[in-house]
């Protein structure tokens, strides 16, 4: 091959990456060794090579010494790879002719206190990476020209934000929400933790700005249904469900609800959890953004036996609105980017069933109590127990489905704060006596442990200990008609039963249920514990490892209210640089198909996990789209007639690289 010959000059670089590397390798003697490898013309060693003046002897030298190959031993590629091939294609080399050896994460950080080991596998590294990249040739980055219209799936919090944030900065968004309004889980709240301000105060002003903007396109019932393409250029497929009620014609009067033939509501009430009762024709509540009614064919007469007397349709007049025969529409759109805002769904309280929930009537989950001690709640703000009564002792127990092994492991981040909150506000609605019954007490927010503190001085009780159970069996006169609370005291080292009226779960966060599928639509990846994964969770917490796709809130992890809305405006500023860029450099380690090997066999179609290759019906042959492909390597193993080949692991490179690992010559 024209690579391997006299031609080759090789300059090697060894970082001591301060202590990470130089405490267990002895970095000179790699160095001095190196030097000595065939085709390597400088052996370089320096305490920080990704630093500028690290990067200032590559340049040099392949100026000084003709140098046109590199080879970087230091730290992960992940790290520093774009770094060491800028540094190389600023002194006019291609960038693709450099290749890094990682013996830290590989090396030093696996061989503590085995130096000897450590430095020899750094020259083994270093020795297969001489040999690979004889065989390396210059290549060349795609580019690929970005649509400016985003789509933002999810109308929570997160997706407000990140949607009135590119709006405002002049994209066009699609914002996508599956419920018949934005807001998510925070429009259902009373106060905020750790200021106590008035959740929709704050949420409601958003709210209205995304449907007032001429650059936002809303659609309420409305899912993503098949996705398409390729950073930039996304088709992205919407089924818009049907509300029976024309959104454009409706006045948000609300003279259908109070005409419906259901003169009393009768049907639970999801927004308030359950705990009060609606009409078939509703609205989820009075801020609910778009101020539009629809109608629910589980509950409707008219749906369920056709004898409706429809005076809900009357009481519409000329506007005309209702609209029974109304179907699921398809939108198809085009968009550069996405961010997914999907949110979360609070534990199931039910999967800890020795608290009693679903059991005792005045077991109550927090989201439960939000929307009771919520002014637009179903009680108007007061707190009242299922039988009409008013609780004098209340008993929070945190952690309900969070750090447990029966159920979720994680922290769930806001259950001690929003446990704090709920303590302080049943208090102020109540008088009641509080008990909060924690694991530990995690405040490490700004104002949070002042908040603590505030709810000590209220005469708020915590007992440290995980509640063993919730139970009505009462022991003496002082515990009967209670719930009580067997729980061990850990500060005080003994078991306690306290009685209450009423007991609080604060119940954790944790993935949507279809997560998955989402996850499967867009083509990313979930954690084991199914929460979308970033593609760095310090160097890039908001990007995933498909291009154009990013996260925010918590649907890549719990978070609080603020926390939320920062990645939301971060994940809405990363795909502003794309858009802005006008276009995106597509890295060339793709894999491409040698036409006169392929056979047409189509294994390598199915196995592809970006749907990279399709075939070519006119030849009967595969084909990589360089847009779509990540360079995962699946097909290239996989083709049985080895006609599947990869840019910068080409067979070659990679024989080369383990006979290099194998060579034990000094």
Known sequence: MSNQNGSVRIGVYICHCGTNIAGTVDVKSVAERAARLPGVVVSREYKYMCSDPGQELIRSDVQEHKINRVVVASCSPLLHEHTFRK???KSGLNPYLTHMVNIREHDSWVHVGQKEEATRKADDLIRAAVRRIRYHKPLEKGYVKIQADVLVVGGGIAGIHAALTLANAGKHVYLVERDPTIGGHMAKFDKTFPT??????????????V????????WTLSEVTAVEGYVGNYEVTVTRHPRYINEELCAGCMQCVEACVYKQARFDDEFNEGLGKRKPVYIPFPQAIPQVVL????????????????????ACGDRHAIDFQQKDEVKKIKVGTVVLSTGFQAVDPKKVPYYGYGTYPNVYSSMEVERLINASGPTGGEVVL???SHPKSVGIIH?????????????????????????????????????????DMRTPGKGFEEFYQRLLQEGVHFIRGKVAEVTDWALDKSEEGKLVLRVEDTLSAFVRRIPVD?????????????AQEVRRLFNISCGGEGFFTERHPKLAPVSTFTDGVFLAGCCQGPKDIPDTVAQAGAAASEALALIDAGQIEIEPNTAYVVEEACSGCQTCIGLCPYHAITRLEDKKKATVNPVLCKGCGTCVAACPSGSLRQNLFEDEQIFEEIEGVLDYAR
């Open 502 to 514: 009423m007991v609080v779960l604060s119940v954790g966060l944790e993935p949507h249920a279809d």
């Open 386 to 388: 299922r039988d009409g």
């Open 196 to 209: 106590l301000d008035c959740a929709a105060c704050i949420l409601t002003p958003k709210m209205t700005a």
């Open 87 to 89: 540094a190389a294609e």
């Open 211 to 218: 449907k007032a903007h001429p650059n936002i396109t809303l």
């Open 399 to 439: 952690c309900v489905g969070s750090r447990d092994e029966y159920t979720n492991k994680w922290c769930s981040r806001v259950c001690c704060m929003y446990s704090l909150k709920l303590a302080h506000l049943i208090k102020e609605h109540t008088g009641a006596e509080i008990f909060n019954f924690y694991i």
């Open 295 to 314: 109608i629910d064919p589980e509950a409707c007469i008219e749906f369920k036996k056709g004898t409706c007397k429809k005076t809900c349709v009357e």
